[in-house]
């Protein structure tokens, strides 16, 4: 259990087996061995917090924290506890945490798919604050992700998703943001990593027309690539792209 971040990078760095830990929840799923597990928890970053203009949340914050967060909810509505409600189950949210959930850059991931959704940062120890969509595609260094910072601007918020059975991955999941009249479609669980459809959002007035929408749905299909693995088709998922963004938009503009 380290006393600080500079400690726990100066170990991070010392060997390849050693390693941080977040939740241990994926750690504990692979066969891996490592030579020393570097402890954050000691850290007082399990919090989520507000400056004037940004929510600060913490890399030990669990998820369950931001989903039942008043400030998060006050901010950005039920983004997250939708997003997180189907993920596993309430012991397991009590322990997944939201640096192991954004460091990892699981393709699947409705944090992610969440967080793109919104202003996101993250600040890593060595690479410092770099924006989400910057870090998800950078080379993966070895770094501590210290927090994640949310720009605090009030924001209408859907968060659609479909599995094929509670508590499976999403086959694909969508979370729509409108925020001073400015769209925000990301789709994750492509497979691949979470995304933004830019040019389907721009096509959006905050108050748009059953023909806007549809237009903003063929680009959305057009405008982002899907694939195929165990649990659906790229034709599959693009099919369901249309439904779930379609939800999403629908779901903010009642
Ligand atoms: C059975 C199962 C089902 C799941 N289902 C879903 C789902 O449906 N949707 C979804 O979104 N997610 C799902 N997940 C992922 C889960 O939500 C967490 O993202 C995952 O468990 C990682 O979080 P953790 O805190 O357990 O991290 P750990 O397992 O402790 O760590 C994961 C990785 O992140 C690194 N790490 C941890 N913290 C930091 C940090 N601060 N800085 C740098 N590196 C760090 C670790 O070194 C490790 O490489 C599932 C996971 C499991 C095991």
């Known amino acids: 259990m380290v006393q600080s971040l500079d400690e726990a ?3 991070l760095a010392q060997d390849r087996n050693n390693v941080i830990l977040g939740g241990l929840l994926w750690i504990k799923m692979g066969r891996k061995q490592y030579q020393t597990g ?7 970053l399990n919090a989520i917090s507000e400056t ?20 998060l909810l006050q901010w950005f509505g039920p983004l997250f506890s939708d997003a997180f409600k189907g993920i596993v189950g309430v012991q397991f949210r009590n322990l997944a945490t939201l640096g192991g959930s954004v460091y990892s850059r699981f393709g699947f991931s ?3 798919t969440a967080l793109t959704a919104l202003d996101t940062q993250v600040r890593l120890y060595r690479a410092g604050v770099v924006t989400l969509s910057k870090f998800l ?3 993966q260094k070895r770094d501590i992700l210290e927090k994640v910072i949310i720009k605090k601007q009030v924001t209408q ?17 969508v979370a729509t943001s409108l925020c001073k009249g400015n769209w925000k479609i990301a789709a994750g669980a492509r497979p691949s990593m979470a995304i933004l459809a830019e040019n389907a959002a721009g096509l959006l007035s905050p108050e748009p027309d059953e023909k806007t929408i549809k237009a903003a749905l063929d680009r959305v299909v057009n405008e982002l690539s899907f694939g195929t693995d165990q649990r659906a088709g790229a034709g ?10 379609k939800r999403g938009i629908e779901a903010i503009c009642r």
């Open 9 to 11: 990078y100066e170990l």
């Open 38 to 44: 570097i402890d954050l928890s000691g850290l007082g």
């Open 52 to 71: 004037e203009d940004s929510i600060h949340i913490g890399c030990m914050t669990t998820l369950r924290q931001m989903e039942i967060s008043p400030l």
């Open 110 to 112: 409705d944090v992610i």
């Open 137 to 139: 595609n950078m080379d």
């Open 157 to 173: 918020t859907s968060f659609q998703t479909l599995r094929k059975s509670a508590t499976d991955f999403s086959i694909l999941s």
């Open 236 to 245: 599959y998922r693009k099919l369901l792209a249309g439904v779930l963004v």
